[in-house]
């Protein structure tokens, strides 16, 4: 994902730093396209204004964060792309306010070939301010951006699209799972669903290789589909609880996890191996 957002940022003009988290290639492909690296966060800070981060989680968020905050300077903005805990956002929100930065959510929808197409979404959460300043970069690597309100806002719309997303998941791999313990054919199955109201975007990336036996379709992996989950049900307790169905979707990748398949993608949840177990 975040190969494909820097590679836009870089087409569109911008001068771009990179620093590499856990994987070398993208950042050798980068730098041969124009890209500066930086060695250390205290070099990505020095020579950036806009510091635009994408991982995985908010605990390492909160862990880059800690390694930028002596080399941020006032006026700078940092921007956090991933799915994180609103309030992990609204903590640091705070927190870089107290030092004239300004910290500013944008979590994106889409996978890969979107980030590379620069067809992501970014939900928003920032002051005004900060939003009309930030729009033109997002602009370069989303299709459609939106204001959500304040840091928090962005993402706990994220969360809601999550909730969407996971829960037609686990009902599409529940789905083909008892066609196949029933004897019905997953083609001809997959082929009348899509003609009716069940056809879904999530439908067709699990399925639509799974017919033929390409379990790679949906590119997100059941961990990250765990831990927006429990984000999303963290942020309904705040709200006053969480509803039975959102805690049985949790509970599902609860359960996936624990048997073994945290690494597996989503998809994977339905290849035969799985099944069997």
């Given at each position: 994902?975040?190969?494909?957002?820097?590679?836009?940022?870089?087409?569109?003009?911008?001068?771009?730093?990179?620093i590499?988290h856990?994987?070398?290639?993208?950042?050798?492909?980068?730098?041969?396209r124009?890209?500066?690296?930086?060695?250390?966060?205290?070099e990505?800070?020095?020579?950036s204004?806009?510091?635009v981060?994408?991982?995985s989680?908010?605990?390492?968020?909160?862990?880059?964060?800690a390694n930028?905050?002596s080399?941020?300077?006032?006026g700078?903005?940092?921007?956090d792309?991933g799915?994180?805990?609103?309030?992990?956002?609204?903590a640091?929100?705070?927190?870089?306010?107290?030092?004239?930065v300004?910290?500013?959510?944008?979590?994106?929808t889409?996978?890969?070939?979107?980030?590379a197409?620069g067809?992501?979404?970014?939900?928003?959460?920032?002051?005004?301010?900060?939003?009309?300043r930030?729009e033109?970069?997002?602009?370069?690597?989303?299709?459609?951006?939106?204001?959500?309100?304040?840091p928090?806002a962005?993402?706990?719309?994220?969360l809601?699209?999550?909730?969407m997303?996971f829960?037609i998941?686990?009902?599409?791999t529940?789905?083909f799972?008892?066609?196949?313990?029933?004897?019905?054919?997953?083609?001809k199955?997959?082929?009348?669903?899509?003609?009716?109201?069940?056809?879904?975007?999530?439908?067709?990336?699990?399925?639509?290789?799974?017919?033929q036996?390409?379990?790679?379709?949906?590119?997100?992996?059941?961990?990250?589909s765990?831990?927006d989950m429990?984000?999303?049900?963290e942020?309904?307790?705040?709200?006053?609880?969480?509803?039975?169905?959102?805690?049985?979707?949790?509970d599902?990748?609860?359960?996936?996890?624990a048997a073994?398949h945290?690494?597996?993608?989503?998809?994977e949840?339905?290849?035969?191996?799985?099944?069997?177990?």
């Open positions: 994902m975040g190969h494909g957002m820097a590679a836009r940022i870089l087409d569109a003009g911008y001068a771009l730093t990179v590499a856990r994987n070398r290639t993208p950042i050798d492909d980068l730098v041969a124009g890209a500066s690296e930086a060695y250390s966060y205290s990505l800070a020095d020579s204004d806009i510091i981060l994408c991982v989680n908010s605990r390492i968020v909160e862990n880059v964060v930028l905050t080399s941020l300077r006032t700078m903005t940092v921007i792309t799915t994180s805990s609103p309030n992990s956002t609204r640091l929100a705070a927190e870089f306010a107290e030092l004239g300004t910290f500013v959510e944008a979590p994106v889409g996978g890969v070939k979107q980030s197409a067809e992501l979404g970014a939900l928003v959460g920032a002051d005004h301010e900060a939003f009309a930030i033109p970069l997002l602009r370069t690597f989303c299709k459609t951006v939106h204001h959500f309100g304040a928090g962005g993402n706990t719309a994220k809601l699209n999550n909730l997303v829960g998941a686990a009902l599409v529940e789905s799972t008892k066609a196949a313990e029933a004897g019905i054919d997953w083609q199955l997959y082929d009348v669903v899509i003609c009716g109201s069940a056809d879904s975007g999530v439908l067709r990336r699990i399925i639509g290789g799974a017919v036996g390409d379990f790679k379709g949906y590119v997100f992996d059941v961990n990250g765990l831990k429990r984000y999303f049900c942020m309904s307790e705040r709200m006053g609880g969480v509803t039975p169905l959102a805690g049985a979707v949790r599902i990748y609860e359960q996936a996890v073994g945290g690494e597996r993608l989503l998809s949840l339905l290849a035969p191996e799985v099944r069997a177990g």
